[in-house]
T-cell receptor, first 112, second 115 residues
Framework: DAKTTQPPSMDCAEGRAANLPCNHS???????VYWYRQIHSQGPQYIIH???NNETNEMASLIITEDRKSSTLILPHATLRDTAVYYC?????????????FGRGTQLTVWP | EAQVTQNPRYLITVTGKKLTVTCSQN?????MSWYRQDPGLGLRQIYY???????DKGDVPEGYKVSRKEKRNFPLILESPSPNQTSLYFC??????????????FGPGTRLLVL
């Protein structure tokens, strides 16, 4: 699986959009980008995933660059409850046997 | 409600006293796994299971055992716990159907302290 690189920390004002970047310059053509988040000491929570098209669900939007070397997770209107560590993972869909490698992630702090 | 449950949530024990942390999921998932999380080291996979009676080692299996006798349950066994197994443990499950094995559902965690 391709390695991903994320900034260790970011902050964002409540109500504003939080844009979390992820670099995956060695991603292969069949690897998806997955995003999870972990609110302090709780179990990680799946957010969204994508291959090359932009994706949106009720939690967030995922923008993947055309060359697929980087992506951005967007929380359109961040709230205090979005304060968490966000993990970006590159993996081949359907082939990991349920094994995921979580890196250090980005600590997002949303302030009032 | 679809969920993964773990018990106990908190446990304090002494070195060498065997313990079991239970994990159960109600989503009929085939894949289940155990992770531990330590400050500065992130989440690391201990063991994983692809189905009943099919288990394999993850990245940090030493000192742990697992079994998968039923699809819904995946207990983690520490036969002789040591202080370096003090950690926060998470169980997870996922469904490999339609390529969803990477969409994992995590339990609430078990915080273990070994004295």
């Amino acid at each position: 699986d391709a390695k991903t690189t994320q900034p260790p920390s970011m902050d964002c004002a409540e109500g504003r959009a939080a844009n979390l970047p992820c670099n995956h310059s060695t991603i292969s053509g069949n690897e998806y980008v997955y995003w999870y988040r972990q609110i302090h000491s709780q179990g990680p929570q799946y957010i969204i995933h994508g291959l090359k098209n932009n994706e949106t669900n009720e939690m967030a939007s995922l923008i993947i660059t055309e060359d697929r070397k980087s992506s951005t997770l967007i929380l359109p209107h961040a709230t205090l409850r979005d304060t968490a560590v966000y993990y970006c993972i590159a993996a081949r869909r359907g082939s990991t046997l349920g094994r995921l490698y979580f890196g250090r992630g980005t600590q997002l702090t949303v302030w009032p | 409600e679809a969920q993964v449950t773990q018990n106990p949530r908190y446990l304090i024990t002494v070195t060498g006293k065997k313990l079991t942390v239970t994990c159960s999921q109600n989503m009929n998932h085939e894949y289940m796994s155990w992770y531990r999380q330590d400050p500065g080291l992130g989440l690391r996979q201990i063991y994983y299971s692809m189905n009943v009676e099919v288990t394999d080692k993850g990245d940090v299996p030493e000192g742990y055992k697992v079994s998968r006798k039923e699809k819904r349950n995946f207990p983690l066994i520490l036969e002789s716990p040591s202080p370096n197994q003090t950690s926060l443990y998470f169980c997870a499950s996922s469904d490999p159907g339609q390529g969803k094995g990477e969409t994992q559902y995590f339990g609430p965690g078990t915080r273990l302290l070994v004295l």
